[in-house]
């Protein structure tokens, strides 16, 4: 299976420990890592998505499957390439763009 950068696929995350973000089964998490690291190795790095959130600044209102949800930017992690389910979609170009500036702001300035 083929992942890049920005695509949301379905996730086991399962199981959570402490303050992380709760799993039912399975999640839609946005694919962080860069597309050669994603090519290459055994793991990948994702954040995941919700429909429940508060207006935090590192949680990003996206639109998907007629839905409206939050990346999760403050809940980050690596994970082993079979957790993945599958390829359920990608972000657009502005939401790429926020995503970007967000992690910035989060992890860099």
Excluded: A
């Amino acid at each position: 299976m083929d992942l890049n950068q920005y695509q949301i696929v379905l996730v086991n995350l399962d199981p959570t420990i402490g303050s992380e973000i709760k799993i039912k089964k399975t999640r839609p998490c946005v694919i962080i890592s860069p597309d050669e690291m994603n090519k290459y190795l055994r793991t990948i790095v994702v954040s995941p998505m919700t429909t429940k959130s508060k207006k935090y600044p590192t949680r990003i209102e996206v639109k998907h499957e007629r839905k409206i949800g939050w990346i999760v930017i403050d809940q980050i992690r690596t994970i082993d390439k079979q957790r993945i389910v599958k390829v359920i979609g990608s972000l657009s170009q502005p939401e790429i763009k926020e995503v970007k500036s967000v992690m910035k702001e989060t992890f860099i300035d």
